[in-house]
């Protein structure tokens, strides 16, 4: 395979000489991506006319038309594309022969449809014993809700999440970020995989791994879902701080520069509260806030500080409460950027509050390099994608190619299997 952007050199990927057949939907494009970014060979396969994704907006420079889709780009790099009929017998015995020389399925088909067709599991693994099959379904393959219609907002109003997403005013209703129920079965899809592969490697055997997207959501509710299923507790939302059954301390504050700052949570060792007491002295804020003085008491506390005993232990209120306010009075009198620079040099967990568009420009991330060139020969430039979700020294991640045009890689997929 070949490097990305223009400067680009040879790569091993974690999954080198692993195929994945990739039947083309919005459900598993995520996992798809995610395994040929980590070197596997993915074959997406279309229907004639191709996946309805190719004309999502948003489009390259603003402007629609054939192979401009910003969403297709971004969700099928690294991966080969390849028409086929499912519809068709002769199509169907292609996508045998397809199977036969690949290690995993993946797919998002309705529950009933592969075995309709005679390609479901039981009919594939007699061609690929070990072959290793996911599906991903919005309920599981058994749940007969998996037939109805759904979207990313219905999958995550019943997974649970956004209940613990917005804002203190419950008056609002609660938030959810985009397609965060696609990208959450696939994360899990895409360690199933994993396990299964090494699993295979171990046993020589394949199986069915049967991903419910709602399932997923719902594990993937920090403490919501376990606080009601053991103590019958209902966690409440709270702005940019984690759900909880009782409020915690606000961490948002409003910066010199009309940004917000979250001010995180605050130092637990000496180390920490010294440092802070430290920057609130060097800025000369230390007269507006009496309460400094238990920043020292910090700085001098044995062990970390022990914030289940806040409202018990008057030393460890006190001191914890001058740290939050200490951090706010800073945020107050800063620009959010400096705010967050200050923080970091201090050894502080804190951050501004970036749209997208600035996470992505952030110079931390362009020096991590998040920032990656992918080669566009129809535009004739270089297009900056998101970088490494995962980070692999041994075999780094890396995108391979820019996402298939319809049917670009027929002749050459098709003639490995002749």
Known sequence: MTGTGSNSSPRQGALQGIRVVELAGDSVAFAGKLLGDMGADVILVEPPGGDPARGYPPFVDDEPGEDRSLYWWHYHTSKRGVVID????????????????????????????????????????????????????????????????????????????????????????????????????CHFAVMSTLTALLHRAISGTGQFIDVSMTAAGNVTTEGASYNWLIARNTVQRQTGRHASVQPSVETQQLCADGRYANTGVGPRQAAGFAA???????????????????????????????????????????IFGASRAALRLIASRLPAQEFFIGCQSAGLTAGAVNSPEEAFEDEHFKSHGFQVPVFHEDLGRDVLYPGAPIKLPECPWAISRRAPKLGEHDDEVFAELA
């Open 276 to 318: 802070l007491d430290r920057w609130l002295r060097e800025l000369g804020l230390d007269a507006e806030l009496p309460e400094a003085v238990f920043l020292e008491m910090g700085a001098n506390y044995e062990g970390p500080l022990d914030i289940s005993k806040i409202g018990e232990d008057d030393e460890i209120t006190a």
């Open 86 to 185: 499912l519809d068709d017998e002769a199509g169907r015995d292609r996508f045998r022969a397809l199977v036969a020389t690949a290690d995993v399925l993946l797919e998002g088909e309705p529950r009933e449809r592969l075995g309709s067709l005679g390609i479901d599991y039981e009919d594939l693994k007699s061609i690929r014993e070990d072959l290793v099959h996911v599906a991903v379904t919005p309920y599981g393959r058994a749940d007969p809700k998996s037939d109805l219609p759904f979207t990313d907002l219905t999958l995550m109003a019943a997974g649970g999440p956004p209940w613990s997403c917005g804002y203190d005013d419950h008056s609002l209703p609660p938030i959810r970020g985009p397609l965060q129920g696609f990208h959450i079965a």
